[in-house]
């Protein structure tokens, strides 16, 4: 079975600061994908950023990066520049490569102090 | 607007009463997705369509709850003989056939169940 752990509950960043969510997970795949969505109060998800397992360059979409450490099983998400709209829980989400089904985590609620 | 679509997206309910949520993909994906989010959790899958076909059902989805996709459009969620513990927000995503694992996301129907 495949699980997703993220061990930060709460964090909180001041704005145009920088802030990293953490994320680790267990599975015996070797190809699969890892995710990590937004969720704001709205309570729509909303994809931030995906990083394919057999990539060893880490994914990076304008302020958002992460640091994928297979070997260590660990999928961090880093915000830049934190802004006010960037107040939201964070999913992180893994799925194997032949499947249909995410394995969230527990959710970061990450809130942008003005 | 060209999201995903859910409705209605609350819903209150004495126990014991059957309720059905409807799900309208983003025109053209041909996979349709369901998942509960209790509070405090990341969401858990629930079951998967291809086109009408449903290929993929998790054993948290029990003989209480049906989900249909008649013409591969849009999807119905039935829960039968509610119970407290089917309170939860229940989601809808979708994907296009050659996504890489990224799904869309609506916003929710959240069922209390009292």
Redesign the interface.
């Known amino acids: 079975a495949q699980t997703?752990t993220q061990s930060q509950p709460e964090m909180s960043v001041q704005e145009a600061e920088t802030v990293t969510l953490s994320c680790t997970y267990d599975t015996s795949e070797n190809n699969y994908?890892l995710?990590w969505?937004k969720q704001p109060p709205?309570?729509?998800?909303?994809?931030v950023i995906?990083q394919?397992a057999y990539k060893q360059q880490n994914a990076t979409e304008n302020r958002f990066s992460v640091n994928f450490q297979k070997a260590a099983k660990s999928f961090s998400l880093k915000i830049s520049d934190s802004q006010l709209g960037d107040t939201a829980m964070y999913?992180c989400?893994f799925?194997k490569h032949v499947a249909?089904?995410?394995?969230?985590?527990?959710?970061t609620s990450l809130t942008v102090i003005p | 607007d060209t999201g995903v679509s859910q409705d209605p997206r609350h819903k209150i309910t004495k126990r014991g009463q059957n309720v059905t949520f409807r799900c309208d993909p983003i025109s053209e994906h041909n996979r349709l997705y369901w998942y509960r989010q209790t509070l405090g959790q990341g969401p858990e899958f629930l079951t998967y369509f291809q086109n009408e076909a449903q290929l993929e059902k998790s054993r948290l989805l029990s003989d209480r709850f049906s989900a249909e996709r008649p013409k591969g459009s849009f999807s119905t969620l039935e829960i039968q003989r509610t119970e407290q513990g089917d309170s939860a927000m229940y989601l809808c995503a979708s994907s296009p056939s050659r996504a890489k694992g990224e799904q869309y996301f609506g916003p929710g129907t959240r069922l209390t169940v009292t």
Not at chain 1, 42 to 47: A, G, N, T, Y
Not at chain 1, 100 to 107: D, E, S, V
């Open positions: 997703v994908y995710f969505y709205s309570r729509q998800m909303i994809l995906r394919e999913f989400a799925m249909n089904q995410f394995y969230f985590g527990t959710g």
